[in-house]
């Protein structure tokens, strides 16, 4: 019997350049995903590799789903061995436009989906004491950007959930391993897809890099059974940055993420969204997007000929965040005196409530 892998969102994206990694490297795959297109294109990429697969039609925020679909795959392919938890849905916006239930639904497929795939998992793994479960977490659970404050908030929810229960495991001296890949910006169809309430078609910020990269180091921590790992020279730089110079990332972040983010042409107003429905029901969107001219990583030539400004737009970082440090103890001071005096410094009692 070959190892037993269960992918979900891989029917597209990152997800199905991961569905093909794992049948390459023998794996009979099991795919979560909710469009049937995308679903059958996957089983058809397992099957030409000589591997079986199964399409299970699920919602990952909807725990019945995942559960059920996992017996299922006990029942149907055998025991699970690996389970990568990949499924998210975003919203590109400023955070102030997005609706309550629109950041409530980004959040249950991209967090809770992650826990309800963990959780499954675990179940079926710990009584076996044998089993590798990688989540997919991103360099944006790190440091969050404009537009994406649904997508970076459950990112950092999927790293606390995963350093969590992985020191769980620990203690409990478990033969589970989990684990968790950072990822870069990735060429996938998503931005084509995702909810957007922008002016512009949204794109990764450059360095990109094409899903088949991230397919072999998310696979790749499956069999070593790495903790965490941040994948792209760059991100890994960003990475440290947050920790060694959060001010600065963050004012680097504000000044560059929200032209990086869209390209030149205006968005489709009628374009598909996935926020709440598939867009791949009918039509199988692979695994690359529309970027793959520039999807090259820190080599491709857009990206090197943009460090000069990158370099120039880090220098005005470190002197904003060094201007705003310097300014922090006064603007203390006046928050004390009208708090004290309720004088809002206008000459009005009480203006700052």
Not at 18 to 36: C, K, N, P, T, Y
Not at 109 to 125: E, F, I, K, N, Q
Not at 206 to 213: F, G, H
Not at 232 to 244: D, E
Request: glycine share 10%.
């Amino acid at each position: 019997m070959a190892p037993v892998a269960v992918v979900t969102g891989g029917s597209g994206g990152v997800g199905r350049a991961v569905v093909r990694e794992l049948s390459d490297r023998g794996f009979d795959v099991a795919i979560l995903a909710r469009g049937e297109a995308g679903l059958a294109g996957a089983v058809q990429d397992v099957e030409d590799r000589g591997r079986r697969a199964l399409a299970c039609a699920a919602d990952v925020s909807d725990w019945d789903q995942v559960d059920a679909a996992a017996s299922r795959i006990e029942t149907e392919l055998g025991s699970i061995d690996v389970w990568v938890n990949n499924a998210m849905t975003t919203v590109f916006s400023w955070s102030w436009d997005i609706e309550p239930d629109e950041f409530r639904r980004a959040t249950e497929v991209t967090y809770l989906g992650v826990v309800h795939g963990t959780l499954a998992s675990l179940a079926r793994m710990r009584p076996r004491d044998h089993g590798r479960i990688v989540n997919v977490g991103s360099a944006l659970a790190h440091l969050g950007i404009p537009l994406q404050a649904p997508y970076c908030g459950a990112k950092f929810a999927v790293r606390g959930f995963t350093e969590s229960v992985r020191a769980e495991l620990i203690q409990e001296g478990s033969g589970v391993v989990l684990s968790e890949v950072h990822l870069p910006a990735i060429n996938t169809p998503q931005f084509d897809w995702c909810c957007a309430k922008l002016g512009n078609q949204p794109q990764p910020v450059e360095p990109i890099y094409p899903p088949e990269v991230a397919a072999r180091a998310i696979v790749d921590a499956a069999f070593d059974g790495r903790r965490t790992g941040v994948l792209g020279s760059w991100n890994r730089g960003i990475v440290w940055a947050t920790r060694l110079v959060p001010g600065v990332a963050a004012h680097f972040a504000a000044e560059s993420a929200v032209d990086g983010q869209q390209t030149e042409d205006p968005i489709d107003p009628d374009r598909p969204a996935n926020l709440w429905e598939p867009v791949d029901r009918e039509r199988d969107h692979g695994a690359q997007g529309r970027f793959s001219d520039i999807a090259n990583g820190v080599l491709t030539p857009a990206f090197l000929r943009s460090v000069p400004d990158t370099l120039r737009q880090l220098v005005a970082a470190a002197r904003e965040s060094a201007s705003w440090r310097a300014g922090r103890g006064e603007r203390s001071a006046e928050l004390r005196r009208t708090v004290l005096t309720g004088d809002g410094g206008d000459g009005r009692s009480g203006s700052y409530h």
